[in-house]
Each structure stands twice: as structure tokens, then as C-alpha cells.
């Protein structure tokens, strides 16, 4: 096994876990609601799985590497984990029968944090690039 298929392969299980944690996690949460329910809490658990779980095991069975570099990595995880804990507070305060608009400031980090992939993966790719073509012979 590759190392890259090996690093995919423990990062998509570990999102995995994640993914498992989190439903367990919402339908605990939820069953101490009485009767109440959020689609916030009980569907949470699908952001770490399709965002994270998904595309990394995919990566391991196809040996693929991911479009972004180290840095751009560490930005999609943090967008994952700012959506899944913003879609946590906002279950919490549907169940609790109150809202807050704040809730609209995690998926806007989010967001902001999934568009930073790009530019940082960019920007490894171009050193990883300048670093090759400067090398001494």
C-alpha cells in the first residue's frame, strides 16, 4: 500500500468514526428532547461523511491523491468541522425551541474556509513547483 493510499485510507476511516460519533451523538441528543426534533441535529453526522469520509476513502480505492496539498487540507477539515458544530448549535436551539442569528456566522466561516482551499492548495503546488525547477543538478 502506497503511502498516500495509506494516508487516505486512515483519514476517510477516521472521518468515518467521526461520522458515527455524530449520529450517535444526534439521536442521544434528540432522544432527551422530548419528542422534539431538528433536522440540524439528526443530519449532521452527513457532513463529515460525505465531505470527509467519502472522498478520502474514494481517494484510497482509486489511488488518487486529493487536489489539495497539506494546507489546503487543513482548511477543508476545519470547514467540515465548522459546518458539522454549527449544524450541532443550531439543532440544539431547535430542540430547545429558540433560534439565534448567529448561527448564520458558522456557515458563512464555512464557507470562507472552503474557499481558502483552492488558494492554498495553489500556492503549495506553485513552491512544490518553483522548489523542482530550482533544484541543482
Keep these: 500500500m502506497t503511502d498516500v493510499k495509506k494516508q487516505n485510507m486512515?483519514?476517510?476511516?477516521?472521518?468515518?468514526?467521526?461520522?458515527?460519533?455524530?449520529?450517535?451523538?444526534?439521536?442521544?441528543?434528540?432522544?432527551?428532547?422530548?419528542?422534539?426534533?431538528?433536522?440540524?441535529?439528526?443530519?449532521?453526522?452527513?457532513?463529515?461523511?460525505?465531505?470527509?469520509?467519502?472522498?478520502y476513502l474514494i481517494a484510497a480505492i482509486t489511488k488518487k491523491q486529493l487536489p489539495f496539498g497539506e494546507k489546503g487540507a487543513m482548511f477543508w477539515h476545519l470547514a467540515i468541522a465548522t459546518l458539522t458544530v454549527g449544524s450541532f448549535f443550531r439543532g440544539a436551539l431547535d430542540i430547545y425551541g429558540t433560534s439565534s442569528e448567529l448561527t448564520i456566522v458558522y456557515l458563512i466561516a464555512g464557507g470562507i474556509l472552503f474557499l481558502l482551499v483552492p488558494a492554498f492548495s495553489r500556492k503549495q503546488t506553485e513552491t512544490v513547483a518553483d522548489e523542482e525547477n530550482t533544484s541543482p543538478a
Excluded: N
Design 10 to 55: 486512515k483519514t476517510g476511516l477516521i472521518y468515518t468514526g467521526a461520522s458515527i460519533l455524530c449520529l450517535a451523538f444526534g439521536l442521544i441528543y434528540e432522544a432527551f428532547g422530548f419528542g422534539v426534533t431538528s433536522p440540524y441535529m439528526h443530519f449532521a453526522f452527513l457532513l463529515p461523511l460525505l465531505l470527509g469520509a467519502a472522498p
